[in-house]
């Protein structure tokens, strides 16, 4: 006899955010928790919350989100991680969804999170990639880049990188690691930190493409950082170069 119990389930996303209107549930547009959502309803025939670790913009891909939620069901995690894949669009995929305690919370457990921005140093156009990275041109100095990346992790107030923000809400944040890599003409800038405001990767990628392109010196982007305000920082990166890879758990759950 298989009796059904409440448990808790825990689950690493990923998705191309190309036709999300974000990731956040919104009444009658198309989200990622809306959509798994729907699948976990639908699986268990009752309605049935997901709760996710951090939000992305509309655009915004993801290859290690995670999502939680609760089921009363004697389905073993195996079973549900292939119902539900069964369920869901082909723009959304699950991985690794385990048991976790009753009350993980994914976003609140999370220790660090791990994005990920690509950018496309050419003046000729990948059609195949338009999605997935910002075409900059060719003419960027990576090295100034890398050097102003560095400053990050010694800033702890990042209000002048930040979209609108709740009143009362902390802007300091910890980043631990800001970093580029090359390879012929592919960037990608990966940051670390212990959590994001909203558009804040983006905000610093589009002041470092500024660094890049020699519009914006050094000691601009270190005083930027430090006492600028978000108009200064200028053009925000656009939505679709940028991924959520990794949110990382000191315990309850490992992706």
């Known amino acids: 006899m298989n009796d059904k119990s409440t448990v808790r389930f825990a689950a690493t996303v990923s998705y191309d955010g190309a036709d999300f209107y974000g ?52 389905l073993s995690a195996e079973t549900v991680e292939r119902a539900l894949g069964a369920r869901l ?3 959304i995929a699950i991985r690794n969804l385990k048991l976790v305690p009753s009350d993980f919370d994914p976003r609140r457990w999370a220790e660090s999170r791990w994005y990920r921005y690509t950018l496309l140093a050419s003046d000729n156009k990948f059609p195949l990639f338009r999605t ?5 041109g060719a003419a960027l100095d990576i090295e100034n880049m890398s050097e102003a990346a560095s400053f990050l992790t010694d800033i702890q107030d990042f209000r002048s990188c930040s979209g609108p923000v709740d009143l009362g809400r902390s802007t300091q944040r910890n980043v631990t690691s800001a970093k580029f890599a090359c390879r012929d003409c592919w960037i990608w800038f990966d940051i670390t930190a212990n959590a994001f405001l909203p558009q804040m990767v983006r905000r610093i990628m589009g002041a470092l493409v500024r660094v890049g392109k020699e519009s914006l010196s050094l000691d601009e982007f270190s005083n930027l950082l430090r006492e600028g305000d978000v108009a200064s920082v200028g053009p925000v990166a656009p939505p679709h170069g940028l991924a959520l890879q990794k949110v990382t758990y000191a315990r309850g759950y490992q992706s």
């Open 23 to 74: 990731s956040q549930r919104q009444p009658e547009i198309r989200t990622v928790q809306g959509e798994i959502e729907a699948a976990t309803s639908d699986l268990f025939n009752t309605v049935t919350p997901v709760s996710l670790a951090g939000r992305t913009d509309a655009g915004v891909h993801a290859w290690g989100q995670v999502a939680s939620f609760e089921a009363m069901t004697s």
């Open 89 to 91: 669009p082909d723009d």
């Open 132 to 136: 997935f990275a910002w075409r900059v």
